[in-house]
């Protein structure tokens, strides 16, 4: 749900100290304690930077942090919800999708864009909150005035205030049934606005959405489309007329200032698989450009305005947030440029069975939980026992161990084996009550998990 910020950048997180942020962590991300600190920290910084002297805190810069550790050990769901908290723009980017300037590919300032459009979005579901009954009662006036025949005209001889009185009376009277609903059925002429874009496209720069020329503000006229008379019901039109008596009511031009500041200030960019681009190339092959992207990267990273259809938009207090599993390369293989731009680093820890057991039922979202209100859907009462929950626990890190450990990810895999049954006959079983035990579970998964070879395809 977003919250309402002024133009600077207080959150409700404010009151949050690091030991609440990571008891707020704790709900959704099972162990990683070093990982979980170091956010909090720096989530907490943001908050005491803010109440510095201006001067100080423009000199103040984010403490970016570098993950490291295995897939599937919570390295993204932590930075999501770290987002999700602080109601921050939050933007999560592969770096691996990146290629060098020169090369065919996203350039790397799109991060940037998209963290802008993210954070104008933002920005403005907040305000559509607060036009929102304004919006509603302006439509309803405006639909009150299709429905009603026009005023005629007040005769010489007539009273002008019983003429008046009796035409807002049958208004009044129409604005109740149309509250009470009793008006839903009727059928009502509107004007619609229809959605024309040309059929052309300008390219500068390697993909569509990075246009810096913004068409729609340079050609109004062509860009808004012809209106046409459309007859739909009065719920149908009601809901129209209130959306574009929201938009009318929204200061667009207010909406980008407030969302530029807040991507500045507040803005989180998550860099997913940056030990993809780590490593020195030798000239050629497919990693031609890694280093490049690096190279790319730092100046964004180290602090650099970027141009976006909303602004310029300077990147020197974003907090960046890097992950990588450095299975083949390791950190140090990373520019000496860039690894000084992450001084913080935290290595998550591989998870095992007593983390699975954790993961299987504590979190908010816990695997378990889903599945229970997934079956229950279809009127199943689904019932795991302890020693089912111990067991899975058991086939997820033997399979692990065996295969690729890719670690929490193959609880989902050994869930939907497990269930395999369950949910497809589910709107079919006679019996709506299920348990599932140890037994249940050694006699799904045990087979698969003797035979390696099948394990590998299957799970």
Known sequence: MPIYLPETTQTSTEALTPRQIVAELDKYVIGQAKAKRAVAIALRN?????????????????????????????????????????????????????????YVGRDVESMVRDLTELGVDMVREEQLEEVRVKAQQNAEERLLDILLPPARPIAPDEDAGAARDQQHQTRERFREQLRAGRLDARVVDIDVREKSFPSFEIVTGSNVEEVDINLKDMLPGL????TKKRRVKVPEALEYLTQEEEHKLIDMDSVARIAVERVEQAGIIFIDEIDKIAG???????????????RDILPIIEGTTVNTKYGMVRTD?????AAGAFHVSKPSDLIPELQGRFPIRVELDALGKDEFVRILTEPRSALVKQYIALMDTEGIELRFTTDAIDRIADFATIVNERTENIGARRLHTVMEKLLDEISFEGSDLADKHVTI???????????IVKNEDLSRYIL
Not at 280 to 291: F, K, L, N
Request: aromatic share 6%; no cysteine.
């Open 46 to 102: 943001r908050t005491r930077r803010q109440k510095l002297a201006p001067e100080l805190a423009e000199e103040i810069a984010p403490k970016n942090i570098l993950m490291i550790g295995p897939t599937g050990v919570g390295k993204t769901e932590i930075a999501r919800r770290l987002a999700r908290l602080a109601q921050s723009p939050f933007v999560k980017v592969e770096a691996s999708k990146f290629t060098e300037v020169g």
């Open 223 to 226: 860009f808004q489309g012809k």
């Open 280 to 294: 020195r190339e030798g000239g050629h092959g497919p990693d031609v450009s890694r280093e490049g992207v690096q």
């Open 317 to 321: 207090h974003i907090l960046f947030i």
């Open 437 to 447: 035990d140890g037994e249940y579970v050694n006699r799904m998964l045990a087979d």
